[in-house]
């Protein structure tokens, strides 16, 4: 009898396992969700189906009529009860992410400071920042802290053209100005075989507005980030800047250079808290101007991230932070702001 029950019971997770790994090529190859949903069915454009929870009906009930038509439809005589059963086994025996398989840098900016990372191979990122232009103290409750003042807008795109190359290119509302440039993986983390990653950006930004005596520079900024435990990720961000003074005539320094410190404490798979600090080492320093800080809360959900953040600058890239071109004119001088990124797949 017992003997016998055994049998079973080992034939059962016999048949769980091949069910398992049918449901693995159902998934992968046959009816390809993994394009959607992950290779590890991690989560991508669909939702995270490893270790699902919902009940076999509930999967049945979205792959013969998808809640959105972001998702095609399987009808029965594509794809079999028998087949959904085996995928059903397989996504439920997938462990879902944790924290310590998150990417060490969840986006290709910390808040202002670039990080190491790049946009995933054949995605373009969208990103668009805000700064509101009135400081929380000066808004206080009755402006709604700031949210209901005008704000600075920047956008700008980065498409991963390979594992260590992405073009981008933005445009901040600050003197009108174009940003390009690309960026470059020097190392990748774990090619050393520690959690250790270095970038650059190299490119440049021309300005446009009237009086402006120098309008393009030539701008380098170096990420280099090491994660520290599954929890926390640091860097160093060394910026050089050619023309920093955008107002100077002839004879003002030619370059100012910078550097700037972040970090990013992981609450989660999908929250971080972030904060970077970046101050002028040398060259040209604008009069009257104080280093810049960020500090922000940062929700990270398949190919969306949002920052809400508190910062001392209505400026959103560190080009301009190397000559200290931070203002110290508004009260409080805290304002918030937001970053808003989607990544889109093709
Ligand atoms: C073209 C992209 C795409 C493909 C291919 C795809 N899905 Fe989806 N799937 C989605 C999206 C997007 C959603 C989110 C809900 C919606 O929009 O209908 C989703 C939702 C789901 C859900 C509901 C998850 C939840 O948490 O509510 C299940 C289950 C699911 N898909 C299973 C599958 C299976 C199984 C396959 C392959 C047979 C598959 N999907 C193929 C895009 C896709």
Known sequence: ??????????????????????????????????????????????????????????VRRQVRAPSSRRMPKFPQDELSEEHLEAIYVYVQSMQPPTLAEKATWWNIELLNLPTPALPARGDLELHFGHRFSESVADAGFGGLYGLDSFASPAFWFSYGLHPRIAPYVGRSANFATWEYGVKIALLLEGQLGVPL???????????????????????????????????????????????????????????????????????????????EYITNVGGFARAGTVDQWQAGLTIHVRKHWFSLLLTNSDFTTPDFMAGGTVPTGIKGNVRLGFNLVRAFSF
């Open 1 to 58: 009898m017992l003997v016998a029950l055994a049998t079973l019971a080992g034939a059962a997770t016999e048949a769980a396992a091949q069910d398992a790994a049918r449901g693995f090529d159902l998934f992968q190859t046959t009816f390809e969700c993994a394009s959607c949903h992950g290779a590890a069915a991690e989560g991508g454009l669909g939702p995270t189906l490893a270790g699902t929870r919902l009940s076999l009906d509930e």
């Open 197 to 275: 990653s270095v970038a650059a950006n190299i490119g440049g930004t021309s300005l446009d507005a009237d009086r402006l005596a120098n309008t393009s520079r030539f701008t380098l900024e170096v990420p280099i980030g090491i994660r520290a435990g599954n929890r926390v990720a640091l860097q160093v961000v060394p910026v050089f800047t050619t023309n920093p003074d955008q107002f100077g005539g002839p004879g003002s320094p030619n370059s100012s250079t910078a550097i700037g410190f972040g970090g990013s404490f992981k609450l989660s798979t999908k929250f971080s808290l972030d904060g």
